[in-house]
């Protein structure tokens, strides 16, 4: 045990005096938790609406009033004609149109909306938070509520979405380079002739870094929580715990990486840019499983950041118990026990 603790202090003293490696570490999330919590966002804000009516009588004036108070629109003209109104929406002057009925008083929903289409999910949001906005209040056929997230956040979305993309992406980079430089200065063939067996060897570098990921967790849950506001609905220790299972996957990976790199340049390409389309793409973290492709569902299956969101975004926002993400769980510790196998047994076959 003590060998083993010479071996961790040793790697953790390589870690910390890498300037630049703790740069990547600890400055790469926070730049994207605030890119995606501020910066990339898909909340509805200052929609250039134009209003086309025949005629305005009180309740036509009530609706087009509640446009103009809410933050999501902005009343930039009003049109005489449908036909003038999509004239300004093609000429990218307005972003929606509104075309209030002669009978809309009488019958309150003859209401048209016209659209930029070039981005069917905002313009559907647009179209829904319109509605909501114009509906009489007493209305139930456009009465919702909206769960978990009332203000329609995005922030809420891609947190859980970024805790899987930064934990997998930094756990496979730095542990397969770690090995993979050890190689290329030949000190790895010195540590294998000590006394301590290679698994211990591999364990003793992975740990640091199993560290290092908790606390750039511990990092991210706080700029969550008090810098974006998003809740922690559920146990934090559950989501302490499922974060750790995903990191010892992550740290698999990476050592499977490892065997199949002979350059750290080849590593750092293998654990970036091969995982990082994947984990974007197919993982839900910006669009959603279910309406991909039955081809592309199927490779998602095998991604393992797709169940780690799904279990982020269910006991952070949802704030279920953990029987409730028992499926995830059980998904990422097989696929966590596979790795670990085959990154072991791969690795020592290489060595011997």
């Known amino acids: 045990m003590k060998q083993f603790m010479s071996f961790v202090i040793k790697e953790a003293r390589h870690i910390v005096r890498d300037r630049r490696t703790m740069l990547i570490l600890f400055g790469m999330p926070v730049v994207l938790m605030l890119l995606f919590g501020f910066a990339i966002t898909t909340d509805v804000r200052n929609v250039r609406t134009v209003v086309v009516t025949s005629s305005i009588d009180h309740r036509t004036q009530q ?14 003209a009003s049109a005489p004609t449908p036909a003038d109104a999509e004239r300004l929406i093609r000429n990218q002057k ?3 149109a509104i075309v209030f009925a002669p009978d809309f008083a009488s019958k309150g929903s003859s209401v048209q909306f016209m659209v930029d289409g070039s981005d069917p999910n905002m313009a559907q949001q647009w179209t829904t938070y319109a509605l909501q906005t114009i509906a009489n209040p007493d209305a139930a056929a456009v009465n919702m509520k909206m769960l978990y997230n009332p203000q329609m956040k ?16 930094i756990c496979a980079m730095m542990t397969s380079i770690s090995i993979v430089r050890e190689k290329e200065k030949g000190t790895m063939e010195v540590l294998l002739v000590s ?11 992975a740990v640091p870094y199993l560290l290092l990921a908790v606390a750039i967790l511990a990092c991210i849950l706080l700029m969550a929580r008090y810098v974006l506001l998003v809740p922690l609905q559920g146990s934090l220790v559950w989501i302490v715990a499922i974060s750790v299972l995903y990191i010892v996957l992550a ?12 350059t750290q340049l080849v590593a750092l390409l293998l654990s970036a840019m091969v995982l990082l389309m994947p984990i974007v793409m197919l993982s839900g973290m ?3 499983v279910e309406s991909m492709p039955r081809v592309l569902q199927w490779v998602s299956a095998v991604i393992p950041p797709r169940y780690y969101i799904q279990a982020m975004r269910k006991l952070m926002i949802m704030g279920v118990g953990v029987e409730q993400v028992a499926r995830e769980v059980t998904i990422l510790a097989g696929m966590t026990a596979a790795l670990l196998a085959v990154a072991l047994l791969k690795f020592n076959k290489r060595l011997e």
């Open 154 to 169: 995005s922030a809420y979305n891609f947190v859980p979405a970024i805790m899987g993309m930064l934990l997998m992406l």
């Open 286 to 288: 910006l669009f959603p």
């Open 94 to 96: 307005a972003d929606l």
């Open 195 to 205: 006394p301590v067996k290679p698994l211990m060897i591999i364990a003793a570098k």
């Open 63 to 76: 609706a087009v009033d509640r446009l103009a108070a809410s933050p999501y629109f902005i009343i930039t």
């Open 251 to 262: 740290l698999s990976l990476g050592l499977i990486i490892s065997n199949v790199a002979r």
